[in-house]
């Protein structure tokens, strides 16, 4: 069965930089940093971090309270990034609706907020007569998915990985096969995630939340540097349109970029730490499914959220797929790890580093950390032909993913 | 309170829940027609009105018949008659 080329036709996100895919990538080329003071740590004593990766310059009152009132923001910020890539792609409402378009968004779990404030209802009266029936659809496991499927009218195939820190990788892989498979023509995916204490004390008890730079935000996380000291949790919603080239082509849409590959396995070595073999088996996966070899990666994307063993871990898996130094830097230094919305939103700043032939480095690299592997790890853009790149998302639990993207061709 | 000031509390506390103007409220007003509300609204307007008034309405088969304003009007004013009553 020969399957269909897979393209990517529009983008939208909501991150710590604000509203829209162009804005996040101009603000990374810039070399800002996403990463603030998060005054809303201050109350929890025996915390470390005080710093986080937050929305701003979105107005959740935008979406109308009829699509809004099942939401939580996780979804609005999803339904904002939905909306943007819809526009790219140039998709109008009948073809939305008609059943060959599908969608696959996913997040970590359902909106924390809400649940705290059932819970504190609940456990003051140990009673259920207050909940209100807007509840369930904000907590539910396929909130993000359901929600942003409702609101735009899409009538095909809607589906809602969660797999942590790897969910909008593990999504856009999903997608892909999907339409190379013929089952749907075109899927809107990615992931969401809105923020909450929890996220930051869940890694700081595990030792593996920044705290060290709460006075200088900007200066973390800090990927590959000899100086990291752990990951600062973010928020956002990155969405990405797939679609079959055969579609594209009659539809006339421009093609921004080729999903050409994916893989994902599962590290049973440990529920946390990252080994290296799993991570490279992903990659080299991904590769093969391309049909590449890895001296065909202009780039490698990585998921490293500044954690001492991860980047060591994947650095690690990185240099074992080829001597060459291979290009690599991590977008966590520049807004932090915004979750189930990380491999989505990643993912478009990698399609626009092969549409504008520029690589990113990692933002607050400054002492490449000799133990990450013998790859190139990028402390400054670089300008350069960008053909193929590896992006990775690894998460909690072992689930690890990895994406071949490739720049727009014939 | 007055019947006025019930009918004043209930308006205010489902425009707020529903984010509709106030003014909206008036007595002929349909809440599945004119004001775009469901049924899943309606259980929010059931909690909200136990709230503002510290009742309990639970499910009762009377608020099922609810269709207009004026109807929700009537059913809260009911309700206080019958405290009042029980309270006397």
């Known amino acids: 069965m020969q399957l269909k080329r897979v393209a990517i036709t529009g983008m939208g996100a909501i991150s710590p930089y604000g509203k829209g895919s162009r804005l996040l990538f101009e603000s990374m080329l810039a070399g800002k940093s996403g990463v603030r003071y998060h005054r809303e740590l201050d109350r929890f004593s025996s915390l470390g971090p005080r710093v986080a990766g937050i929305v701003t310059g979105v107005d959740l009152m935008e979406v109308p309270r009829k699509h809004r009132r099942s939401m939580s923001p996780m979804s609005i910020y999803a339904l904002m990034a939905a909306r943007e890539a819809v526009a790219q792609a140039n998709l109008n409402a009948a073809r939305l609706a008609d059943g060959r378009t599908g969608l696959i968004m996913g997040s970590t779990m359902g909106s924390v907020y809400t649940i705290e404030e059932f819970f504190r209802d609940y456990l003051a009266r140990e009673n259920l007569d207050q909940v209100k029936s807007m509840l369930f659809f904000r907590v539910m496991g396929h909130s993000v998915a359901a929600n942003v499927a409702q609101a735009l009218g899409i009538s095909g195939r809607v589906l809602a990985p969660t797999a942590a820190c790897s969910t909008s990788c593990q999504a856009i892989g999903l997608a892909y096969e999907t339409i190379a498979f013929g089952r749907q023509d075109i899927i809107l995916c990615g992931g969401a995630d809105e923020y909450h204490p929890l996220t930051t004390g869940t890694f700081d008890l595990m030792l593996a939340a920044s705290a060290s730079y709460n006075a200088t935000p900007e200066k973390t996380p800090r990927p590959f540097d000899r100086d990291r000291d752990g990951i600062v949790c973010s928020e956002g919603a990155g969405v990405l349109v797939l679609e079959s080239f055969e579609s594209a082509r009659k539809r006339g849409a421009v093609i921004l970029a080729e999903v050409a590959g994916f893989s994902s396995t599962c590290d049973t070595s440990s529920i946390a730490n990252p080994d290296p073999e799993p991570l490279f088996r992903c990659m080299r996966e991904a590769l093969d499914d391309a049909g590449l070899q890895p001296d065909d990666i202009s780039y490698v994307n990585a998921h490293a959220t500044a954690t001492v063993q991860g980047d060591i871990a994947e650095g690690q898996a990185i240099a074992m797929l080829t001597d060459a130094c291979i290009p690599t830097s991590s977008l966590k230094g520049h807004m932090g790890h915004t979750m189930a919305a990380s491999g989505a939103l990643e993912s478009i700043v990698c399609v626009e580093m092969l549409r504008n032939g520029v690589l990113l480095p990692t933002l607050n690299l400054d002492n490449p950390d000799p133990q990450c592997g013998t790859v190139n790890l990028l402390t400054t853009p670089k300008r350069q032909p960008v053909s193929v790149i590896v992006k990775n998302n690894f998460a909690l639990g072992g689930v690890n993913c990895s994406l071949v993207l490739r720049a727009a061709k014939d | ?88």
């Open chain 2, 1 to 88: 309170m007055t019947d006025e000031q019930v009918i004043e509390a209930a308006n205010k506390a489902l425009a707020e829940e529903f984010e509709l103007d106030v003014e909206r409220f008036t007595p002929e007003v349909l809440f599945r027609e004119d004001l775009d509300l469901d049924s899943l609204d309606a259980v929010d307007m059931v909690i909200v009105l136990e709230k503002t008034f510290q009742i309990k309405i639970g499910r009762d088969p009377a608020i099922m018949q609810i269709r207009t304003v004026g109807d929700m009007h009537q059913y809260i004013l009911g309700k206080k008659r019958e405290l009042e009553q029980e309270q006397n």
